[in-house]
């Protein structure tokens, strides 16, 4: 097979890209965990095209023969994503009580009130 | 937003079904896409359109935040109990063949409770989080 | 793509309902691969707890955020490199949609062919998640629940006042 059957890792490569540079460039922190998520999601796409197999369908057995995506990587990805929502939830509350405590969320206004005190 | 007359009773007509949709996914999850994890959601969700609408002191009087948090504890006391019952009846830990004389009943009943488990963790905490982040802001003055 | 909108966008508001939006179309491309349960998931979750809770951060810490100030040559320049050796990484990997892929040799064939008679129940999902691997389940839950606790600790505590904002009448948070 061509070098096109490799598409889908691109994608992901490039989605993970741009969650990476807006989880490095970007000083604002709800900014960072969106990039965060979007590297997340990133993954999950790796899993699930990994999973996938050309004429398959959806892994809920049917009578007859059928061929199947593969289950394992579904089962991983879906606990991944409420695992993941929790930890978002988790730096979303650390976020808002660094804003609470330093009346800002900008990084470099965070540090630069570190060195004042 | 508790004078929007058209919000309040498309809420009212809406949080029932959401309600039911999620015990369906919750129970037809054996058959169809769905099970604990989306149930939870789905179920959490529907408090938190309720909490959106009316308010949020009047979703805290139909489902406190203590026990969202408890119902988030008891799921993995589900779950960790049903594994404990399998030590019990002579399997291994999460053996679910050993709960019925039947091996797939056995399995059928295990992956029920820990189903429920799974749900009731993933709507307590769904609703905790809701809870936290609303409640911080009518915190403030 | 709404990721590279995602990236340029300062208002935080719009930039949380095009995450929304992100999370949506990644759904239906999670079906278009014929993981049905997981995009019903990420369709629940991401798009919608997750945006509720994000704009309920926004509300907490304001949403404008600030110019970036730094020179943006740095990061894209880390950004490429590593894009560019994932890429090649990549090169040696299976194909798309090849059933002969190693990870469909492995433990999934045996999950496809005995779990209809051993558990009884044809979402192979639901049965893999729940009885083949019920350790891993468990623990993920458990991860779940000290998330919460976490949260709520953080969040239920009384708030306290940031420099120069009336220090007199605060009484411990």
């Given at each position: 097979m061509s070098v096109l059957g490799l598409f889908n890792y691109w994608i992901f490569v490039f989605l993970m890209m741009v969650g990476f540079y807006i989880l490095i460039s970007r000083g604002n922190l709800v900014k960072k965990i969106i990039g965060l998520n979007i590297f997340q999601t990133s993954v999950f796409i790796l899993y699930i095209s990994m999973g996938k197999v050309t004429g398959g369908t959806a892994p809920i057995l049917v009578e007859g023969d059928a061929v199947y995506s593969n289950p394992l990587p579904h089962v991983l990805i879906l606990t991944a994503i409420v695992v993941g929502v929790a930890t978002t939830a988790l730096g979303l509350s650390l976020v808002v009580r660094i804003k609470e405590a330093y009346?800002?969320?900008?990084e470099d206004e965070i540090q630069a009130e570190d060195l004042r005190s | 937003m508790e004078d929007r007359v058209i919000l309040r009773v498309g809420a009212k007509i809406l949080i029932p079904y959401i309600l039911l949709f999620a015990l369906y996914v919750q129970f037809h999850g054996d058959y169809g896409p769905g099970g604990g994890f989306q149930a939870g959601v789905i179920f959490a969700s529907a408090f938190i359109l309720y909490a959106l609408i009316y308010g949020l002191a009047h979703a805290r009087r139909v489902l406190p935040l203590e026990l969202a948090t408890f119902c988030a504890a008891l799921g993995v006391v589900i779950f960790a109990g049903v594994g404990i019952v399998t030590l019990l009846k002579g399997?291994?830990?999460?053996?679910?063949?050993?709960?019925?004389?039947d091996p797939v009943h056995g399995q059928h009943l295990g992956i029920l409770l820990v189903e429920l488990g799974v749900f009731t963790t993933v709507f307590g905490s769904m609703v905790a989080f809701f809870y936290s982040f609303a409640g911080r802001r009518t915190g403030r003055s | 793509m709404t990721a590279i909108a995602l990236l340029r966008i300062r208002n935080l508001v719009a930039v949380v309902m095009l995450a929304g939006i992100y999370s949506l179309l990644s759904a239906g491309l999670f079906t278009v691969m014929d993981a049905v349960d997981v995009a019903f998931t990420e369709a629940v979750v991401g798009a919608g707890i997750s945006t509720v809770l994000m704009l309920g951060t926004l509300a907490l810490v304001g949403r404008k955020e600030k110019a970036p100030?730094?020179?943006p040559v740095l990061p894209l320049f880390v950004v490429l490199v590593t894009g560019a050796a994932l890429v090649y990484g990549t090169l040696d990997m299976p194909r798309f949609?090849?059933?002969?892929?190693?990870?469909?040799?492995?433990v999934a064939p045996r999950y496809l062919e005995e779990?209809?008679?051993?558990?009884?129940?044809?979402?192979v999902v639901t049965s893999v998640l729940a009885s083949y691997r019920g350790y891993d389940t468990m623990g993920e839950i458990t991860v779940i629940f000290t998330a919460v606790v976490g949260v709520v600790l953080l969040m239920a505590t009384r708030r306290r006042r940031w420099p120069g904002e009336g220090k007199g009448d605060d009484d411990g948070g």
């Open positions: 009346g800002t969320i900008e | 399997g291994l830990f999460l053996e679910y063949g050993v709960l019925r004389h | 100030d730094r020179h949609g090849d059933p002969g892929n190693p990870i469909h040799h492995h779990s209809g008679h051993e558990i009884g129940i044809p979402n």
